[in-house]
């Protein structure tokens, strides 16, 4: 069982940015690809990035290529979401996921399919 608790959603005005912070529970947080997804209310939820279990491997949402950066630190346990010039629509809740990996774990992230899902972040952006 692996529990995912997701840090650092806040107001923030556009242009502006924020870090947020994903920490896993258990000592196999290397062995699962993990993902950022966003929902907004009334809105199906969305995938955001995702990033292999090495940390070699990343992919982003085209809404946010070159704002957002992914990573991950193995011996922290945590995997974090840096976002830069940030938009009003980026409000939404920020959740983190993680697929055991395999083969197509990466895969499954881009589909949204996950093994364990984190609480979720607030994050707003006023303009």
């Known amino acids: 069982q692996v529990q995912l608790v997701e840090s650092g959603g806040r107001l923030v005005q556009a242009g502006g940015s924020l870090r947020l912070s994903c920490e896993a529970s258990?000592?196999?947080?290397?062995?699962?690809?993990m993902g950022w997804f966003r929902q907004v209310p009334g809105k199906e939820r969305v995938f955001v990035a995702a990033i292999n279990w090495s940390g070699g491997s990343t992919y982003y949402a085209d809404s946010v290529k070159g704002r957002f950066t992914i990573s991950r630190d193995n011996a922290k346990n945590t995997v974090y979401l840096q976002m830069n010039s940030l938009k009003p629509e980026d409000t939404a809740v920020y959740y983190c996921?993680?697929?055991?990996?395999?083969?197509?774990?990466?895969?499954?992230?881009?589909?949204?399919?996950?093994?364990?899902w984190g609480q979720g972040t607030q994050v707003t952006v006023s303009s």
């Open positions: 258990g000592r196999t947080f290397y062995s699962y690809a």
């Open positions: 996921a993680a697929a055991l990996t395999t083969a197509q774990a990466m895969g499954d992230l881009l589909n949204l399919s996950a093994d364990y």
